[in-house]
């Protein structure tokens, strides 16, 4: 089991940006693929990005261009990144990282591959 916990959600007003941190502490092999969703007020839980352990990257077209994934193995424990710049309002929402041992070829932006969850933290963007 891995344990995830993001940090960085903030308000922000349109235009402006927000690097969001999700450490995962553990079982390093459970975060071997990684992922950012977010859940929007009365909508959906939505895959915005994933990243695969040789660094190869994933968007949602919502967010292409704006958003960058990264991620970095420090001894014991392995941070995930999202860069948000340009943020619109439709941003706004909570944005969890998701992360599990294996992946499915084509589901990177989906939730079912992942079973490790952090509890999220909030971005919102004002207009």
Known sequence: QVQLV??????????????????ASGD???????AWFRQAPGKEREGIS???????????DS???RFTISQNQDNAKKSLYLQMTNLKPED????????????WDGYQLHEVPYKNWGRGTQVTVAS
């Not at 940090?7 to 927000?18: P, Q």
């Not at 390093?28 to 990684?34: E, G, H, I, K, L």
Request: with cysteine; proline share 2%; net charge negative.
């Open 6 to 23: 993001e940090s960085g959600g903030d308000s922000v007003k349109t235009g402006g940006s927000l690097r969001l941190l999700c450490v």
């Open 92 to 103: 706004t929402g909570m944005y969890y990282c998701a992360a599990d041992r294996h992946s």
């Open 63 to 65: 967010v292409k261009d």
């Open 28 to 34: 390093d092999d459970s975060a071997r693929y990684m």
């Open 50 to 60: 994933a990243i695969d352990p040789d660094g190869t990257s994933y968007y949602a």
